[in-house]
């Protein structure tokens, strides 16, 4: 029902800044939760940050709350992570994904699409 391009991925040092995006197509972009999420080699796949349908709830995992920031804009079916004081463990593909919900809440499980990923590589 819905398919995510991520793009703005890669090479930044530590402390740096990348701001990364997720194209969605459909036209019903605002039926969907949105989140990002991150695997790093060797790794199982973490939840990132998550936004709510209308983009009025966030939510964001603790290693990355008070760096991170995520946005939406549904006119253009887009969603950004813009990424600060990045940090070596910050390396990983960071993945898009969305989920169809009834509510205005922030979901941090049970996404079913996904984009296709995109490097990020923080250097020490």
């Known amino acids: 029902q819905v398919q995510l391009v991520e793009s703005g991925g890669g090479l930044v040092q530590a402390g740096g800044s990348l701001r990364l995006s997720c194209a969605a197509s459909?036209?019903?972009?605002?039926?969907?939760?949105m989140a990002w999420f991150r695997q790093a080699p060797g790794k199982e796949r973490e939840f990132v940050s998550a936004?709510?349908?209308?983009?009025?709830?966030?939510d964001y995992a603790d290693s990355v709350k008070g760096r991170f920031t995520i946005s939406r804009d549904n006119a253009k079916n887009t969603v950004d992570l813009q990424m600060s004081s990045l940090k070596p463990e910050d390396t990983a593909v960071y993945y898009c994904?969305?989920?169809?919900?009834?509510?205005?809440?922030?979901?941090?499980?049970?996404?079913?699409?996904w984009g296709q990923g995109t490097q990020v590589t923080v250097s020490s």
């Open positions: 994904a969305a989920r169809q919900t009834l509510l205005e809440i922030t979901m941090t499980t049970g996404y079913t699409y």
């Open positions: 459909g036209r019903t972009f605002s039926i969907y939760a």
């Open positions: 936004i709510s349908r209308s983009g009025g709830s966030t």
